[in-house]
């Protein structure tokens, strides 16, 4: 199983930007699929996490408003759209799958639970 995260960068505050998970190795079918963020110093944390099945979405509630997550599904591939970033965004952003046996928000508010890991893309935010 492996995961590509893409798409990061240096971008200034107020702008946006698209990150891209692609999965290989595995269909994303009947997976819990999350991105995560981890700040200098911070503990990893939740952005947005989608059922690729379904399309469900769930955003935990600080995340809720500038963070949109999609899929495609003949791409085998989850999207992340941040709109006006701002530096406190700062950070890599990972994606990760997990089981939908505990329900897609435990997913999402427990990084721990995920059980693969891509190895994340840098987002910078500055002027």
């Known amino acids: 199983v492996q995961l590509q995260a893409s798409g990061g960068g240096l971008v200034q505050p107020g702008g946006s930007l698209r990150l891209s998970c692609t999965a290989s190795?595995?269909?994303?079918?009947?997976?819990?699929v999350g991105w995560f963020r981890q700040a200098p110093g911070k503990e990893r944390e939740g952005v947005s996490c989608?059922?690729?099945?379904?399309?469900?979405?769930y955003y935990p509630y600080s995340k809720k408003g500038r963070f949109t997550i999609s899929r495609d599904n003949d791409k085998n591939t989850v999207y992340l759209e941040i709109n006006d970033l701002k530096p406190e965004d700062t950070a890599v952003y990972y994606c990760?799958?997990?089981?939908?046996?505990?329900?897609?928000?435990?997913?999402?508010?427990?990084?721990?639970?995920?059980?693969?890991w891509g190895k994340g893309t840098q987002v910078t935010v500055s002027s």
């Open positions: 990760a799958i997990g089981g939908l046996d505990y329900g897609l928000g435990i997913r999402c508010e427990r990084p721990s639970g995920m059980d693969y």
């Open positions: 190795g595995v269909y994303l079918d009947y997976y819990a």
């Open positions: 989608i059922n690729y099945t379904t399309g469900s979405t």
